[in-house]
Nanobody
Framework: QVQLVESGGGLVQAGGSLSLSCAAS????????MGWFRQAPGKEREFVAA????????NYADSVKGRFTISRDNAKSTVYLQMNSLKPEDTAVYYC?????????????????WGQGTQVTVSS
């Protein structure tokens, strides 16, 4: 089992920044690719970003490219999502997830473990 705990959500004005963290515990962190997803009210959960176990490969949704950056610190078993130039449409609950494959998949069904989520609200 892998336990994931997100933190760092909150309320921010459009154009502002937030940094999310996700601390993992339970199994070897480097066994997992890590992803961030989000879910807005009434919408399906969608892919935001993913990073390979060694941090050398990343994948982003088109909607966040150039604004969001995913990173990880394997020594701290933590994955981060730096969000800049936030827009009201970025408002959602953000989830981190762990995937035991060697890739950086974008589909939710690839991920084995999920955190409880953290709310991000961007006001206009």
């Amino acid at each position: 089992q892998v336990q994931l705990v997100e933190s760092g959500g909150g309320l921010v004005q459009a154009g502002g920044s937030l940094s999310l963290s996700c601390a993992a515990s339970g199994r070897t962190f480097t066994n997992y690719a890590m992803g961030w997803f989000r879910q807005a009210p009434g919408k399906e959960r969608e892919f935001v970003a993913a990073i390979r176990w060694n941090g050398r490969n990343r994948n982003y949704a088109d909607s966040v490219k150039g604004r969001f950056t995913i990173s990880r610190d394997n020594a701290k078993s933590t994955v981060y999502l730096q969000m800049n130039s936030l827009k009201p449409e970025d408002t959602a609950v953000y989830y981190c997830a762990a995937d035991a494959t060697q890739g950086i998949p974008i589909g939710t069904h690839f991920y084995d473990y999920w955190g409880q989520g953290t709310q991000v609200t961007v006001s206009s």
